[in-house]
């Protein structure tokens, strides 16, 4: 009884984030995922009646069992925020996470493409499919304006209004070609307005007028699979991938290095970190300035590579 309990509260939660915070379909999976893991932590024991010690147990042996740092910090995320919403529904009176962190992540640098390799991809024809035409466009777009993958695949070809009813929320994002806008729902269920460059406008009227011949279920959705499906995630990834490797990029290619491309591509022409910090829809400048540091690895390789006093001189050979 207490375990169906749990899954109700859970399917309670799952629903209040669908609808009142309007996550896309992507974030609701991630959450769902975590919140199943507190799900097997309770046990026999009610969801509002868990300690902090016994959450705190728990995340030491996940953490012990090999989980990284940075898992472990979106898992409790995902945990405090349904506590914290089961604090406003007056569920509980002290929320358990409160003070437990994740451990500290290393910091790594996000994976980026040199421009060169950049251009070599998304400059890449397409070829004469409906698949190829709308990678050509998903490829443009991701590269001219720095959109998530969620944030992608959430695009509608124009917007939707709502239908007037508090359960059924408007688009989560659609483009303006006439514009040359894409507005996007992203973190936080923050909208945000971004320039479309003109190589991403073309292929994109390319791909929409190519579109109809897979419409079928899902008429709002801007890109489609052969089935007139929202085109998956998974889908997207694997795309791109193997055009990747197609084009023997020595990269792994993946919608999130396009996305750390475009920012430093774009740091390094502007040095305008504010602009980049909006486009990228970042909360806090701090997330943004990891980009000043794949700036300053490329002039370093600039200043290895061309100054005098830099270059390692060839000993000199003893006749």
Avoid: C
């Avoid at 774009?266 to 540091?293: C, F, M, N, P």
């Amino acid at each position: 009884m207490i375990a169906a309990a749990n899954q109700i509260t859970l399917e309670r939660y799952l629903e209040h984030l669908r609808v009142k915070r309007r996550l896309a379909p992507h974030s609701l999976s991630s959450y769902q995922r975590d919140l199943h893991k507190l799900l097997s932590i309770a046990a026999d024991q009610p969801l509002p009646s868990l300690q902090a010690h016994l959450l705190r147990r728990a995340v030491a042996q996940l953490h012990g069992s090999g989980l990284q740092p940075r898992s472990l910090a979106r898992l409790l995320s995902s945990w405090r925020g349904l506590y914290a919403w089961l604090a406003e529904q007056g569920e509980i009176t002290a929320n358990p996470l409160t003070g437990l962190r994740a451990p500290k992540a290393a910091k790594t640098l996000p994976k980026a493409l040199s421009p060169d390799l950049a251009q070599q991809l998304v400059g890449a024809p397409a070829e004469a499919s409906l698949a190829d035409v709308r990678d050509k466009a998903i490829l443009e777009l991701f590269y001219s304006s720095g959109l998530r993958l969620a944030e992608l695949v959430g695009l509608d070809l124009r917007y939707r209004a709502a239908d007037g009813t508090a359960e059924r929320a408007a688009s989560l994002g659609w483009i303006d070609l006439e514009a040359a806008e894409v507005t996007v729902t992203g973190k936080g269920s923050k909208m945000r307005t971004l320039p479309i460059g003109q190589a991403a406008v073309t292929a994109l009227h390319a791909w929409i007028a190519m579109r109809p011949q897979w419409v079928k279920q899902d008429t709002a959705a801007l890109f489609l699979s052969p089935r007139g499906l929202r085109l998956s995630p998974r889908t997207i990834q694997s795309r791109l991938h193997a055009l990747a490797l197609t084009l023997g990029i020595p990269a792994n290619v993946h919608p999130h290095v396009l996305r750390h491309s475009f920012a430093s591509h774009l740091l390094q022409s502007s040095g305008d970190l504010r602009a980049v910090q909006e486009l990228l829809g970042h909360a806090s400048i701090t997330t943004t300035q990891v980009y000043t540091s794949l700036d300053w690895q490329h002039l370093a390789k600039v200043y290895d590579a061309a100054h005098p006093r830099a270059k390692k001189k060839t000993p000199v050979q003893n006749s």
